[in-house]
């Protein structure tokens, strides 16, 4: 392989380590009540569903441009008739510029909906899991309920899917000459 089949341009991008502080369970009341300036980022929904059970995981959304107590309420009142449970995440770290900021809040929201799969987004599925993802880490913390504490756009998506499935190490490559 000559140096120009090396560069591609996945060697080229840096790593992106997104890391998401959860709070809660919130209820739908507390969970609108987010309006302050830090009040962005990421929410999972989790509740009653006949085929997975109580406090199943509903929903993964993101408030990259209205704070949380705006976009919760904009589901509408479906989520204030039965018990159902809201976890907040916020972006930790020193805040970016705010394209950026809301890039990271969108990329963490489909990688995080990609990997888990909650029941009630069905606009997203695994195939849509694109490569500007495969370099993006997300790193969940203290109340993230049952999301996995990590997941890596590099493990779920295109990055490695140039290896085939039946190549593995081999010591032949290290034979001493007889």
Not at 10 to 34: M, N, R, T
Not at 58 to 68: F, K, T, V
Request: proline letters at 6%; one cysteine or more; aromatic letters at 12%.
């Amino acid at each position: 392989m000559n140096e120009a089949q090396e560069k591609t341009p996945e060697k080229e991008l840096e790593e992106l380590f997104i890391l998401v502080d959860w709070s809660g369970p919130h209820k739908y009341e507390e969970a609108s009540q987010f309006h302050e300036h830090h009040d962005y980022g990421l929410y999972q929904i989790y509740g009653r569903h006949l085929v997975y059970g109580s406090w199943a995981l509903l929903y993964i959304g993101c408030a990259p441009d209205r704070n949380l107590g705006i976009r919760i309420p904009e589901h509408g009142n479906c989520y204030t008739e039965q018990p159902f449970e809201f976890h907040v995440g916020r972006l930790r770290g020193p805040t970016p510029d705010k394209t950026t900021w809301r890039n990271h809040i969108k990329l963490a929201e489909q990688l995080l909906i990609n990997v888990h799969a909650p029941i009630l987004n069905v606009q997203h599925n695994r195939a849509e899991l694109g490569p500007e993802l495969n370099h993006v880490h997300v790193f969940n913390y203290r109340q993230y309920r049952s999301l996995m504490p990590e997941v890596s756009g590099a493990r779920w998506g295109t990055r490695f899917d140039h290896i085939a499935y039946d190549q593995y190490y081999s010591a032949d490559n290290f034979r001493q000459p007889t």
